[in-house]
């Protein structure tokens, strides 16, 4: 009912820059929480940076060792969140999920969470 597509992703040096976006459709009624988690080989999914809407104000948190580099931001006329990366690192290198928990059309009283196919990012030293 809900479909997240990732894109963005490819190799980088580091220093260098990427910026992912995820399009949220389907049957929405309204996004709650949206974000990006990532899975580096061997290591379990860890939150990147989300951002929680609050009708007039958004939230955004960031996982620490993001904090200062990645930017988070969101598109709410076209359902899309970005995430803008900055001074990457090799160890940034991970497969970005995006994330988001969604109140559907037709199930108002309820959030159900989806998740998109990920991204693969690759920052080589």
């Known amino acids: 009912q809900v479909q997240l597509v990732e894109s963005g992703g490819g190799l980088v040096q580091a220093g260098g820059s990427l910026r992912l976006s995820c399009a949220a459709s389907?049957?929405?009624?309204?996004?709650?929480?949206i974000g990006w988690y990532r899975q580096a080989p061997g290591k379990q999914r860890e939150l990147v940076a989300a951002?929680?809407?609050?009708?007039?104000?958004?939230?955004?948190n960031y996982a620490d060792p993001v904090q200062g580099r990645f930017t988070i931001s969101i598109d709410n006329a076209k359902n899309t969140v970005y995430l803008q990366m900055n001074s990457l690192k090799p160890e940034d290198t991970a497969v970005y999920y995006c994330?988001?928990?969604?109140?559907?059309?037709?199930?108002?009283?309820?959030?159900?969470?989806?998740w998109g196919q990920g991204t693969q990012v690759t920052v080589s030293s």
């Open positions: 389907g049957s929405i009624f309204k996004i709650t929480t």
């Open positions: 951002i929680r809407l609050g009708g007039s104000t958004n939230y955004a």
């Open positions: 994330n988001a928990d969604v109140v559907l059309v037709t199930s108002p009283r309820h959030n159900y969470s989806y």
